[in-house]
């Protein structure tokens, strides 16, 4: 992994060291390759004389210069001149301060092998051949070094964007669930009211136990609402308590029957979407003795079904239709799946997904394993 924008292999001492290793030794076969005359075979040989430790150790001076001065340079401009503002200019400013680097770090090296030969009181010869060469080969060397790091620091810069693109759009889609979910709220507290209002009107007795009854259903409702997905168990749960609500009203007038859930419970909905589907059903049909109201949940492969006899309102109400837009809108944000309305002749049907619990949290946290 990387420390802020410094890449792997800055930070990396073994991958490091075996960076350096590895330029020796392309550095030693590269001189042999090219003009295999010169002494440098008796490294290969194994022949451990003063002069090729002398040899090996220049070669691995030479090596660690040329990977350093690569990393150096790579580093350096990668915090002035990234290669996403500045690529031409970043590309020509490197180049050359590679190959500056380079011709710098060999001469210097070159000069203290001089000096080093001369105070052993051996004569210096100067092969500029062989400097040539040697200088072709750390110059191509260096650029290769610096090839790799800049792969890398795109890299990881583009896993980071990766990163940071689910992390926004986690936050753009909490943001959005969040301005659907205060929608529900006054939405259920004015429809509630009405009823209430009617209720105080016709039985004072009645409208008190509604009130109090409406108190524990918003208080379970308020818990709820700061989730995406709750348990179906929990969802069920709370569908009773607003049965038993409404049924203050509507007694045997609404019937409302739960099939075959139970090996359902712990897969996921989103909270109050059976609440909306029934109070929906509620408001737009008749539910009186002669013609009651019959609502049915009951799952159907990896939906649950929610449906009611059609027996609408001679005047009809106005509505918002938030409830049916507000599922529509939180499941396009949780799932691929979406609800599936239904309407027939005789019955009005609407089937919404069961979800994995967390969905929405294990989405991206997927997302993340998948780009580290």
Request: with cysteine.
């Amino acid at each position: 992994m990387t420390s802020g924008n410094v890449p792997i292999l800055l930070n990396h001492r073994l991958y490091k060291f075996i960076l350096i290793v590895v330029v020796t030794f392309v550095l030693i076969f590269s001189m042999m390759i090219i003009n295999p005359l010169n002494e440098f075979d008796n490294i290969l040989k194994l022949e451990l004389t003063w002069d090729t430790i002398m040899d090996i150790i220049w070669f691995m001076a030479m090596g660690w210069s040329i990977t350093e001065c690569s990393l150096f340079i790579s580093y350096h401009l990668d915090r002035l001149l990234p290669w996403e503002l500045f690529s031409g200019k970043r590309f020509f400013i490197q180049l050359f301060a590679q190959c500056i680097c380079v011709m710098g770090m060999m001469t210097l090296l070159m000069a203290l092998t001089n000096i080093l030969i001369a105070l052993d009181n051996k004569p210096v010869e100067d092969d500029w051949v062989a400097f040539r060469q040697m200088l072709l080969i750390s110059v191509i060397l260096s650029l290769i070094i610096s090839a790799i790091h800049t792969g890398n620091h795109l890299i990881e810069n583009w896993k980071n964007s990766i990163i940071e693109a689910a992390d926004l759009k986690q936050a753009t889609l909490q943001s959005q669930l969040q301005t659907l979910k205060l929608q529900l709220d006054p939405h259920f507290m004015f429809n509630n009211f009405s009823t209430l209002s009617s209720l105080i009107s016709e039985n004072q007795k009645d409208a008190q136990r509604f009130l109090e009854r409406l108190s524990e259903v918003h208080r379970y409702m308020l818990a709820n609402l700061d989730k995406n997905i709750i348990p179906l168990k929990d969802e069920l749960s709370f569908i009773e308590s607003y049965i038993y609500l409404i049924k203050i009203r509507f007694s045997e007038n609404l019937q409302i029957q739960v099939n075959d859930v139970k090996q359902y419970f712990y897969t996921g909905i989103p909270p109050t979407t059976l609440q909306l589907l029934v109070e929906n059903a509620v408001k737009h049909n008749i539910a009186s003795r002669h013609t009651p109201l019959y609502i049915r949940i009951y799952p159907e492969d990896d939906y649950l079904v929610v449906a009611n006899n059609i027996q609408p309102i001679p005047h009809p109400i106005f509505s918002s239709k938030i409830g049916l837009k507000n599922i529509n809108n939180r499941y396009k944000l949780l799932s691929q799946k979406l609800p599936v309305v239904i309407e027939t002749e005789f019955d009005f049907v609407v089937k919404v997904p069961l979800l994995p619990l967390n969905s929405l949290e294990d989405e991206s946290i997927n997302y993340r394993r998948r780009t580290t």
